[in-house]
């Protein structure tokens, strides 16, 4: 898991709050290296994306597809998880802890659902197939 700390920071004339990630036990460096994950949208603009695809790319369910058991898997401490099917209605609603989360999808039918993983750094939206 990726431990974080809220810092204000000044980034080109825009004040921003971001959370910093230390990122060595992700990569493995034996020097410091931090993540900076910014909301700039409340200082006058910018493109709050870099938070989501770094969520995104720190987020992911194995196996895909699958077809009894998914697992969520994490950097970032997962608070919830939701599901829907393509037609939009809510298969799962679950609070979830830790890094990782089971879900049982062995009575799903098969198709492909929006899995909403929420976590401390935000939600980020994933495919997951059921066949």
């Known amino acids: ?3 974080y700390t809220e810092t204000p920071l000044n980034i080109i004339g825009i004040a921003t709050s971001c959370k910093v ?3 060595n036990p992700l990569i493995g460096q034996s020097e410091p290296v931090d993540i900076y994950l910014c909301d700039t949208t409340s ?3 910018g493109d709050p994306s870099s938070i989501t695809s770094a969520l995104s790319l720190l987020t992911n369910i194995i196996p895909n597809p699958a077809s009894t058991f998914a697992t969520v898997y994490s950097s970032f401490q997962l608070t919830a ?6 037609r939009g209605n ?3 609603d679950t609070k979830a802890s830790g890094t990782s989360a089971t879900i049982d999808i062995a009575d799903w039918p098969s198709g492909m659902y929006i ?3 929420h976590t401390p750094a935000g939600n980020v939206a994933k495919k997951l197939v059921v066949n």
Do not use: R, S, T, W
């Open 115 to 117: 899995v909403i993983v």
């Open 43 to 45: 200082g006058g603009g």
């Open 81 to 86: 998880l939701e599901a829907y099917d393509l």
């Open 21 to 23: 990630f230390d990122a």
């Open 1 to 3: 898991m990726l431990h």
């Open 90 to 92: 809510k298969v799962l």
